[in-house]
């Protein structure tokens, strides 16, 4: 059980980096009205996991309709499939905000991920053929080596190419569209727990934990090294992102 303190989540200025030179031109009229949501919604996405935009931070929406240079209607799309990925809320008369989730759903959120990549995990200890297993262990010891050399940028690139392997190697669709959704939703936190100080280090370790037990073809020592692999990611986040009482409830407005 991950047992952060009650507390609140630290907030930061709300302030989106997109400009509509940073968008490429569409090929036709129909395209653009067709993927104008689509580049919305992923620079706000990209803005929420890099920390540019915080959980709490009001989104306004005429503001993302002037900077992209659009109307409302595709803006308003996109904040749609936000609120429906849980990434941001919108509540009528109180404003557009980046979803600040409270302890016991951020808790039950790290808690279903530690279950969901276990079953990842042991799928691959039963399943993996040995071209998958060769590049998990490429993999892995790369995010070692860039743990070592404390290079966030090719241990970030190593890591999803790491888990991207697992998912494929476990053969189970249904459940790596759990993970996908819940890793989703946990994009605003997870930047910041590679930031501690040793995290990437004991990240390593913890992957190389996970290898063990698949390339050993043992499904229950690699799922339980996985389990304590998000479990430790979980109280990372809890030491970073809960705050005392006093800075006031969690996900307040």
């Given at each position: 059980?991950?047992?952060?303190?009650a507390?609140?989540i630290?907030?930061a200025?709300?302030?989106i980096?997109?400009e509509?030179s940073?968008?490429?031109?569409?090929a036709?009229?129909?395209?653009?009205?067709?993927?104008?949501p689509?580049?919305?919604?992923?620079?706000?996405?990209?803005?929420i996991?890099?920390?540019?935009l915080?959980?709490?931070?009001?989104?306004?929406?005429?503001?993302?309709?002037?900077?992209?240079?659009v109307?409302?209607?595709?803006v308003?799309?996109a904040?749609?499939?936000?609120?429906?990925?849980h990434?941001?809320?919108?509540?009528?008369?109180?404003?557009i905000?980046?979803?600040?989730?409270?302890p016991?759903?951020?808790i039950g959120m790290?808690?279903?991920l530690?279950e969901?990549?276990?079953?990842v995990?042991?799928?691959c200890?039963l399943?993996?053929?040995?071209?998958?297993?060769?590049?998990?262990?490429?993999?892995a010891?790369?995010?070692?080596?860039a743990?070592?050399?404390?290079?966030?940028?090719?241990?970030e690139a190593?890591?999803?190419?790491f888990?991207?392997t697992?998912?494929?190697?476990?053969?189970?669709?249904?459940?790596?569209?759990q993970v996908r959704q819940l890793?989703?939703r946990l994009?605003?936190f997870?930047?910041?727990?590679?930031?501690?100080?040793?995290?990437?280090?004991s990240?390593?370790a913890?992957?190389?934990?996970?290898v063990?037990?698949i390339?050993d073809?043992?499904p229950?020592?690699?799922?339980?090294?996985m389990?304590?692999?998000?479990?430790?990611?979980?109280?990372?986040f809890?030491?970073l992102?809960w705050?005392?009482a006093?800075?006031?409830?969690?996900?307040?407005?």
């Amino acid at each position: 059980m991950i047992r952060p303190t009650a507390g609140a989540i630290c907030k930061a200025p709300t302030n989106i980096p997109m400009e509509r030179s940073d968008m490429p031109a569409p090929a036709s009229t129909a395209d653009a009205m067709t993927s104008q949501p689509e580049r919305i919604r992923a620079a706000l996405l990209s803005a929420i996991e890099g920390g540019t935009l915080q959980p709490g931070d009001a989104v306004d929406e005429k503001e993302l309709a002037d900077r992209f240079g659009v109307s409302r209607t595709p803006v308003r799309e996109a904040l749609l499939t936000l609120a429906a990925q849980h990434l941001v809320r919108i509540v009528p008369r109180s404003g557009i905000h980046v979803h600040a989730p409270a302890p016991s759903e951020l808790i039950g959120m790290l808690e279903a991920l530690s279950e969901v990549e276990a079953v990842v995990a042991r799928l691959c200890a039963l399943r993996m053929d040995p071209k998958q297993r060769e590049r998990m262990r490429r993999l892995a010891d790369a995010t070692r080596k860039a743990a070592a050399r404390g290079d966030r940028h090719a241990y970030e690139a190593a890591n999803e190419g790491f888990h991207d392997t697992l998912y494929e190697g476990c053969g189970n669709e249904i459940v790596v569209e759990q993970v996908r959704q819940l890793r989703l939703r946990l994009a605003a936190f997870r930047r910041r727990v590679r930031d501690q100080p040793g995290r990437l280090q004991s990240a390593a370790a913890e992957h190389d934990a996970v290898v063990a037990g698949i390339v050993d073809n043992d499904p229950e020592r690699a799922a339980q090294a996985m389990r304590e692999h998000i479990i430790a990611k979980g109280r990372a986040f809890a030491d970073l992102l809960w705050v005392p009482a006093n800075g006031g409830g969690a996900g307040r407005r």
